[in-house]
């Protein structure tokens, strides 16, 4: 009998991911892994307004740009140990669960071997979701 490939879940957003896989003891899913965003150096709160001695305001840095800067940032470190995992041959099959541009990104960066494992995405932030929450989402992807 051939024995299925093991699915290996990526469930990430824009500062957190986690490596989820179906449990060898239970019908369940568990987190074997997380990964956090480094907290950007900042001399200064983001969206912060500087005001000179003449009231004119200057030094306006978007709170819109830093988020996506940072998420970006974060997509390529995801990606790198991704393609890590894959190069080494730690990974059969791949599903990545993250919010729409988020996945974007990280597909984006997936190196040839790793996007060759890519079986399922889900445009979904799950990263919040408790292990025992995730069978409903993660058995649809499983059996694709």
Known sequence: MIKPLR???????????????????????????????????????????????????????ARDTVSSQRRLRFAEDLAREINAEAQAGRLERLAVIAPPRMLSAIRQR?????????????????????????????RRLERG
């Open 7 to 61: 699915t290996e879940f990526i469930i990430a957003d824009g500062a957190r991911a986690r490596w989820v896989r179906r449990s060898d003891e239970a019908d369940d899913f568990v987190t074997v892994r997380e990964l956090f965003a480094s907290e950007p150096q900042r001399s200064h709160p983001e969206g912060v307004v500087f005001e000179g001695h003449s009231g004119q305001r200057f030094n306006v840095e």
């Open 110 to 138: 997936l190196g040839p071997s790793a996007a060759a494992m890519l079986a399922r995405t889900l445009g979904k932030d799950l990263t919040k979701t408790p292990d025992h929450e995730l069978g409903g989402w993660l």
